[in-house]
T-cell receptor, first 115, second 115 residues
Framework: AQSVTQPDIHITVSEGASLELRCNYS??????LFWYVQSPGQGLQLLLK??????LVQGIKGFEAEFKRSQSSFNLRKPSVHWSDAAEYFC?????????????FGSGTRLLVRP | EAQVTQNPRYLITVTGKKLTVTCSQN?????MSWYRQDPGLGLRQIYY???????DKGDVPEGYKVSRKEKRNFPLILESPSPNQTSLYFC??????????????FGPGTRLTVT
């Protein structure tokens, strides 16, 4: 069965420092991969997506992610974190099941930003 | 503004009292879906709908009903809520065609407490 693992429940970084959030997936075929961000009291917002092609994808708010098939990973990165990036981040795999555009989510990583 | 709206945002109710959470989107999207979010579990799909009058079960449909009488609306119905349905609920929509079907727009969430 497909699954998504985000091994870090919480991560704390200082403002201005670089960030990497880990995501590993289990899926037989080429996956469709996504990162969503959930700010406090808000719904989920799509940060970036990977369907095919260039394995380094750029997203909104200065985020990027790299798809590494050999490691079954899709880690999210940002070179310099801002206080407004404090939120919960979800990695997801997309799979067409029956007629559903199914998103399988990881359990999330909560990012805390130190001033 | 393109958006998915949910009402109510917060609801406290008692076991067995029927309730409905409304969801509406203004993007003319074909595909709509309901998720529940629980700590440590990420988001899990409850029901989805490919179009008007077409609905199907997701991963955790027990205790829920849905209907899709109009394209823009997709209400979630709990006929007899129980405490294990205490959760944060999200409605989402997408164009539902090709890869764009995976790019789901989420509502702000409804926090439900069943006592």
């Amino acid at each position: 069965a497909q699954s998504v693992t985000q091994p870090d429940i919480h991560i704390t970084v200082s403002e201005g420092a670089s960030l990497e959030l880990r995501c590993n997936y289990s899926y037989g075929a080429t996956p469709y991969l996504f990162w969503y961000v959930q700010s406090p009291g808000q719904g989920l917002q799509l940060l970036l997506k990977y369907f095919s092609g260039d394995t380094l994808v750029q997203g909104i708010k200065g985020f990027e992610a790299e798809f590494k098939r050999s490691q079954s990973s899709f880690n999210l990165r940002k070179p310099s974190v801002h206080w407004s990036d404090a939120a919960e981040y979800f990695c997801a795999v997309g799979r067409r099941m029956d007629s559903s555009y199914k998103l399988i989510f990881g359990s999330g990583t909560r990012l805390l930003v130190r001033p | 503004e393109a958006q998915v709206t949910q009402n109510p945002r917060y609801l406290i109710t008692v076991t067995g009292k029927k309730l409905t959470v409304t969801c509406s989107q203004n993007m003319n999207h074909e595909y709509m879906s309901w998720y529940r979010q629980d700590p440590g579990l990420g988001l899990r799909q409850i029901y989805y709908s490919m179009n008007v009058e077409v609905t199907d079960k997701g991963d955790v449909p027990e205790g829920y009903k849905v209907s899709r009488k109009e394209k823009r609306n997709f209400p979630l119905i709990l006929e007899s809520p129980s405490p294990n349905q205490t959760s944060l609920y999200f409605c989402a929509s997408s164009p539902g065609e090709g890869l764009a079907g995976y790019e789901q727009y989420f509502g702000p969430g409804t926090r439900l407490t069943v006592t």
